[in-house]
Nanobody, 124 residues
Framework: QVQLVESGGGLVQPGGSLTLSCVAS????????MYWVRQAPGKGLEWVAF????????YYADSVKGRFTISRDSAKNTVYLQMNSLKPEDTAVYYC?????????????????WGQGTQVTVSS
């Protein structure tokens, strides 16, 4: 059974930090590209970050570049999203996703697997 399970969300003050984790099971993690996508209240999906299978190449949305870092640990079948200098506009449900082939930004229907999401709230 394929699963992506996110954790690490919560309530944090503006300027604070959180690290999200996404543990994969049921498929060969090292052969999949991994993504973080978020959805703010009342808004559509927003592509956040991408990492290649080797972890050597990463891309970020302009809205998070310089503040967020995506990484992966194939030994633990886990992808991470380190979030620093958080802003109220980062408030959203954060999802991890996986695809066997590299998918263009926002082509969400091409992702093979999705997690259930974890809530991040940035508020004072």
């Amino acid at each position: 059974q394929v699963q992506l399970v996110e954790s690490g969300g919560g309530l944090v003050q503006p300027g604070g930090s959180l690290t999200l984790s996404c543990v994969a099971s049921g498929f060969t993690f090292s052969t999949y590209f991994m993504y973080w996508v978020r959805q703010a209240p009342g808004k559509g999906l927003e592509w956040v970050a991408f990492i290649t299978r080797s972890g050597e190449i990463t891309y970020y949305a302009d809205s998070v570049k310089g503040r967020f870092t995506i990484s992966r640990d194939s030994a633990k079948n886990t992808v991470y999203l380190q979030m620093n200098s958080l802003k109220p506009e980062d408030t959203a449900v954060y999802y991890c996703a996986a695809s066997i082939v590299e998918i263009p930004r926002s082509a969400y229907s091409g992702y093979n697997y999705w997690g259930q999401g974890t809530q991040v709230t940035v508020s004072s």
